[in-house]
Each structure stands twice: as structure tokens, then as C-alpha cells.
């Protein structure tokens, strides 16, 4: 297989992972994968990445699960009930690595989009450089990005930081196989 086939098949092979096992990923494995991360293109060379690393047993991961609970809470208008919030509690202590994506704020609405489009690129190249390395990514923009107070949670400074999502980074369960639609039925040629 040539280097262009094992290219297509990496990406191919990348999923939006939602399973993984207990096994902890390396910082040198995450390493690999930010260092992957800020190669993406970015117009204006703004580089309009910043990444929040949440080891699997860090205990910062206390705090984002009472982000959660405060959250879910605010938005169901009811106090929880202690199991409920140790089913979040127990969600967030099982993930692997977190990283939490910023996507820095420009001075136009223009570079603000062209900014989180470099910082998806980036995204892209973590789930590429993953899948070599056989790690599994999620990419979420829910619950967790909602989290009102995440810049005082992780002693953020910056200013001007939206976030563009929350990378699970560990090793995948097994999954089902993916189909697409062709290419062709999608694309128009002139």
C-alpha cells in the first residue's frame, strides 16, 4: 500500500468514538497529537488554537462534573437528586483524556470564522494522528462546552476564547462498521 492509500484508509477508518476502555493514554501519545494539532492551516497565521488537558484521574475533573451538575440543574430548574449527581460525577471520572478546544475571538466577525474553521482543521488532524497511532477521539459540542464558568474553572486568562469542543482521547471499544454516500452523488462538476 502506498502512502496515499494508507492516508485514505487512516481517514476512513477515523470515527466519532463514544465507547473506550479504562486504559490511560500517555502524555507523550497527547503530545503527539497537539503537536499535530497547531500544523493545521490557518489563514492570517493567527494560530487560534488553545487546548485544556484533563489527564484521566486528574482531579480537576471534580470541578466539570459540578459545572455539570449546575448546568443540568439550571437548565431543568430543579435541584438534583444526589443520584443523579453521581451519575454525572461517575460520566466524567470514567472518560479518558479531556481536551477542551478554544478557538480564539478576531477582531472581525470574518477572522472570528476563519479561526474556528483552523481550529476544526486542527480537531482534524488530532483524530487523523490518533487513528494512526491506535487512540480513538470523541468530538463533542455539547453538555460539557456549556458549561457556563470553564475559563475560571481551568484559570483562564485570555481573553477572547470560545470553545470548540471537548476531545475524549483513549482507546475505543470495538465499533460497527461506517458506510458514506459517494462522492459522486454528492458533488456537481462544471
Not at 107 to 126: H, L, S
Not at 151 to 171: C, N, S
Request: charge should be negative; charged fraction near 25%; hydrophobic fraction near 40%.
Amino acid at each position: 500500500m502506498n502512502i496515499t492509500q494508507e492516508v485514505i484508509e487512516i481517514i476512513k477508518n477515523r470515527r466519532n468514538t463514544k465507547a473506550f476502555t479504562d486504559s490511560e493514554v500517555p502524555d507523550e501519545d497527547i503530545k503527539i497529537l497537539l503537536d499535530a494539532a497547531v500544523w493545521a492551516p490557518n489563514h492570517r497565521n493567527t494560530e487560534p488554537w488553545r487546548f485544556v488537558v484533563i489527564r484521566k484521574n486528574a482531579e480537576m475533573k471534580s470541578r466539570i462534573a459540578e459545572g455539570l451538575v449546575r448546568l443540568q440543574e439550571k437548565m431543568s430548574d430543579i435541584k438534583l437528586p444526589e443520584e443523579h449527581k453521581q451519575l454525572i460525577y461517575d460520566g466524567v471520572f470514567a472518560s479518558p483524556t479531556l481536551i477542551f478546544v478554544f478557538s480564539l475571538i478576531g477582531d472581525t466577525d470574518e477572522i472570528t470564522e476563519e479561526n474556528y474553521g483552523a481550529v476544526c482543521c486542527a480537531i482534524q488532524n488530532i483524530q487523523l494522528v490518533a487513528e494512526s497511532m491506535d487512540l480513538s477521539v470523541g468530538w463533542s459540542t455539547g453538555r460539557m462546552c456549556k458549561i457556563s464558568n470553564l475559563d475560571e474553572i481551568f484559570g483562564i486568562t485570555e481573553e477572547g476564547l470560545k470553545i470548540a469542543g471537548v476531545l475524549t482521547v483513549g482507546y475505543a471499544e470495538p465499533t460497527p462498521n461506517k458506510t458514506r454516500i459517494n462522492y459522486e452523488e454528492l458533488t456537481k462538476w462544471f
